[in-house]
């Protein structure tokens, strides 16, 4: 019984992590094929591997849509020479990229990706594991990734490196401030419980109503928390306009100057990771997870199908926002560091303050 | 010895120890940005003193791109050293192609035709198109908005086409000789010319839209590392920069030069010197160089594309070479020994898409000069940096350099 639960589990993880992991991975080329896009060029079209290739049709197009990229792109990483500067601390080194990387994939252990509703009626979770204080934990263990940074930046013993970890560091503390009081009125609306499996049951349905009805997604319910979440989510996931731990055109390459090969490519995926994590999470939370609009949470189909469904709309949800987030990257210019910082606390954080304040005064008037 | 000789004498242990002591128990820091940075567009250095992230004094090295011009061009023919003009400001080669034949036409005391005039005034404002276009783009990418580069690079793409068409090379022109050009324009290059102007105008209005009225890019621009007037008139600067900082100069204007007198247009003047200023003066000149280009199209004038009375300055054609004697004689004179030109000496100015770009010509008679002197506009801001970068964040610095457009090969000769 024991043995046989744990192997469910690792089964999960595995799972989890390798459909995770291709989604981060082909996000990268979905970047440069938006990026190709936005600039009017063809993007990656020219890598393809012998026998997928060589099929009529499918294979063109696979190649010109630059799927074989990635394959190749990662074989890259595994063969080049792996340096380790003299000049550096070379324990934190080699961790620092382990520690930047874990953590988005151990924030989603407590992530469900949909829903199963057996014979019985009673939903079940399709997640690793489904904590009753998930939100609490995601948010914790995601942030420790920032420790990768500012390690890195720490131990190449370089000043680019350390310019960026000071920054990754500075923002990251302020940013979190805004996560928090941002998703508080969601806790709030769905009676204090921290559970996302919940947050997303809570959001079947429809609010208002007639032809003004909109799906009752936390997003319309409360556009100011979900606007500040994302916001906050550029930040916390080191996305252009606010990528200064990396904003390669003053601090060359950030955190990262003094790594190559595969450490290099820990912190490339990480970020991904960490991209496709907040695009989940926002899905999740603000966007109704696995709901469709107007369809009742009840009217879902059941079963094996189900689940493949409810999977599937979170997936569409997440690719649709992480195609947004690169969208944003290729159009806007990128902000200072200080004015990062000042709109972090002069803007975002009092706003998510008032928007806290007015959300608690209409729960006690609609409960009291 | 100074601070900065002490840090830069390598060879003394003692003297380094102490820079190094004094960096790590001091109260400022020392960045070093450059050669080899992405910033620094080419292969400038700054020696930047930080207090925390804020520059409080910033020492431009040059010389990484030194060339010798000036030497080069003592032991060459005067039509042997214009493709090294091309390699002054490289963004814009043929605007310094231009130049140079000017400076030493003035030395020769010879006119070109109009028509020559005119196809040179169109090559002037493609280079600037061109400059201008990197220029802006450029700074968009160290604001952090890559796809303007892109956009705008598209479009140098089809001028750099232009150039092909009109000359056979891309990027390294070689098309103005001394008393003429190197060849006439194609058939339907004009057309050509028009419908790249189009483009040109669409795209620079895009990226107008995409980044003059962002909130960011404002955010980043607007106060960062003013010119003041003064600074800019003692400094020496001109062009774009100049205007950018109030002062009405252009050279175009001021002392005409190709028949510019006769085209219509403005001079973008800005009043606060700041970066943001240097976008939209640029901007601005891209949108006035495309209404030069069309007003010489429309007017381009028939006839000669050379001096013909300049027979011992400009090759005769191909044709007469090979069936009269005299011109057979001319063509291996020019050749071998180069343009016959008087004892004397001339100096020549000119508006070059990033500024006042000068050449001083001494001559002691025969096709040599005995002495060549190049002005370049990106040194005189260049050696600005000092004055307007100390206050600014480490991360105003590629906007800085971006916004003030300079080009090595131009500074360092």
């Known amino acids: 019984m024991d043995w046989m639960y744990l192997l469910i589990v690792l089964v999960k993880a595995v799972v989890v992590v390798a459909l995770v992991m291709a989604v981060?991975?082909?996000?990268?080329?979905?970047?440069?094929?938006?990026?190709?896009?936005?600039?009017?060029?063809?993007?990656?079209?020219?890598?393809?591997?012998?026998?997928?290739?060589?099929?009529?049709?499918?294979?063109w197009w696979l190649r010109r849509m630059g799927f074989f990229q990635l394959w190749a792109d990662g074989a890259k990483f595994f063969f080049k020479e792996e340096p380790t500067p003299a000049h550096v601390n070379k324990l934190y080194f080699l961790v620092a990229p382990v520690v930047a990387f874990v953590p988005a994939m151990a924030a989603l252990s407590a992530v469900p990706f949909g829903q199963y509703v057996g014979s019985d009626g009673v939903a079940v979770p399709l997640a690793i594991t489904n904590f009753d204080v998930g939100m609490l934990f995601v948010m914790?263990?995601?942030?420790?990734?920032?420790?990768g940074i500012i390690m890195a930046g720490w131990a190449s013993n370089s000043k680019y490196p350390y310019f960026s970890s000071i920054r990754a560091s500075a923002q990251l503390i302020s940013y979190e401030l805004t996560i928090g009081l941002a998703l508080l009125p969601v806790f709030m609306w769905t009676g204090g419980t921290l559970d996302l499996f919940s947050i997303v049951r809570e959001q079947g349905g429809v609010v208002g109503g007639g032809v003004f009805g909109l799906p009752k997604w936390f997003i319309c319910i409360m556009p100011v928390s979900a606007l500040l979440y994302l916001v906050a989510l550029f930040a916390?996931?080191?996305?252009?306009?606010?990528?200064?731990?990396?904003?390669?055109?003053?601090?060359?390459?950030?955190?990262?100057?003094?790594?190559?090969?595969?450490?290099?490519?820990?912190?490339?995926?990480?970020?991904?990771?960490?991209?496709?994590?907040?695009?989940?999470?926002?899905?999740?939370?603000f966007l109704g997870g696995w709901s469709i609009p107007f369809v009742s949470m009840d009217a879902m189909p059941v079963g094996l199908l189900g689940a493949v469904v409810s999977v599937g709309v979170v997936f569409v949800k997440?690719?649709?926002?992480?195609?947004?987030?690169?969208?944003?990257?290729?159009?806007?210019?990128?902000?200072?560091?200080?004015?990062?910082?000042?709109?972090?606390?002069?803007?975002?954080?009092?706003l998510a303050v008032v928007n806290l304040a007015v959300y608690a005064v209409i729960l006690a008037l609609v409960e009291g | 010895m100074s601070k900065t000789e002490e840090v830069f004498s390598f060879g003394d242990a003692a003297a380094r120890n102490a820079a190094l002591e004094e960096e790590i128990h001091g109260d400022t820091m020392v960045l070093n940005v450059g050669p080899s940075h992405p910033a620094t567009h080419g292969v400038l250095r700054l020696r930047l003193e930080l207090d925390g992230e804020t520059i409080v004094k910033c020492d431009p090295v040059i010389g990484y791109l030194h060339r010798g011009e000036e030497k080069v061009a003592e032991n060459f023919t005067y039509n042997q050293f214009i493709p090294y003009t091309d390699r002054l400001d490289y963004i814009g080669p043929i605007h310094?192609?231009?130049?140079?034949?000017?400076?030493?036409?003035?030395?020769?005391?010879?006119?070109?035709?109009?028509?020559?005039?005119?196809?040179?005034?169109?090559?002037?404002?493609?280079?600037?198109?061109?400059?201008?276009?990197?220029?802006?783009?450029?700074?968009?990418?160290?604001?952090?908005?890559?796809?303007?580069?892109?956009?705008?690079?598209?479009?140098?793409?089809?001028?750099?086409?232009?150039?092909?068409e009109l000359c056979g090379a891309r990027f390294t022109t070689n098309y103005t000789r001394i008393g003429g050009l190197q060849r006439d324009i194609p058939d339907g290059w004009?057309?050509?010319?028009?419908?790249?102007?189009?483009?040109?105008?669409?795209?620079?209005?895009?990226?107008?839209?995409?980044?003059?009225?962002?909130?960011?890019?404002?955010?980043?621009?607007?106060?960062?590392?003013?010119?003041?007037?003064?600074?800019?008139?003692?400094?020496?600067v001109s062009g774009p920069n100049a205007r950018a900082s109030g002062i009405a100069m252009d050279l175009r204007k001021d002392k005409p030069y190709l028949g510019y007198e006769n085209y219509e247009f403005n001079v973008p003047v800005g009043t606060n010197g700041d970066s943001y200023d240097r976008w939209l003066v640029r901007v601005e000149e891209v949108r006035q160089s495309v209404r030069i280009i069309r007003q010489a199209v429309t007017k381009m004038p028939g006839g000669l594309w050379y001096n013909d009375k300049a027979t011992k300055i400009f090759r005769p054609r191909k044709d007469k070479v090979l069936s009269s004697m005299e011109e057979l004689i001319q063509n291996f004179m020019i050749t071998t020994e180069g343009p016959e030109l008087p004892v004397g000496e001339a100096f020549f100015e000119a508006e070059n898409p990033k500024g006042r770009q000068a050449f001083f010509v001494v001559s002691k008679g025969g096709g040599v000069p005995w002495r060549l002197r190049i002005h370049g506009p990106s040194f005189s801001i260049i050696s600005a940096l000092p004055k307007i970068l100390p206050g600014c964040l480490v991360q105003d610095v590629p906007v800085v350099l971006g916004s003030i457009d300079f080009v090595m090969g131009d500074c360092d000769r």
């Open chain 1, 24 to 59: 981060a991975g082909y996000a990268v080329v979905g970047e440069r094929k938006i990026a190709s896009w936005v600039q009017e060029r063809p993007g990656p079209n020219r890598t393809t591997v012998p026998i997928l290739g060589s099929i009529p049709v499918v294979g």
């Open chain 1, 140 to 147: 914790a263990v995601s942030g420790i990734s920032v420790f």
């Open chain 2, 96 to 164: 310094n192609n231009v130049t140079y034949a000017l400076a030493v036409e003035r030395l020769a005391g010879i006119d070109v035709p109009e028509r020559c005039q005119a196809i040179r005034v169109i090559c002037c404002e493609l280079a600037r198109l061109l400059s201008h276009f990197i220029g802006l783009g450029c700074y968009g990418m160290d604001a952090g908005a890559l796809t303007v580069f892109m956009y705008m690079f598209t479009d140098r793409e089809k001028i750099y086409s232009l150039m092909e």
């Open chain 2, 190 to 236: 004009l057309d050509h010319v028009l419908k790249v102007c189009d483009d040109v105008e669409k795209t620079n209005e895009l990226c107008d839209k995409l980044l003059t009225r962002n909130r960011i890019f404002y955010d980043r621009c607007v106060g960062v590392a003013p010119l003041s007037k003064e600074d800019a008139i003692s400094y020496g």
């Open chain 1, 318 to 350: 997440t690719v649709i926002l992480m195609s947004f987030i690169m969208l944003v990257r290729w159009t806007l210019p990128r902000f200072r560091y200080d004015q990062v910082m000042d709109l972090g606390w002069k803007i975002l954080l009092p």
């Open chain 1, 236 to 285: 916390e996931s080191n996305r252009l306009p606010f990528d200064m731990a990396e904003s390669e055109t003053d601090l060359v390459g950030g955190f990262h100057t003094e790594y190559g090969a595969f450490k290099f490519g820990l912190f490339f995926v990480g970020e991904y990771a960490h991209m496709t994590l907040a695009a989940i999470l926002f899905s999740v939370i």
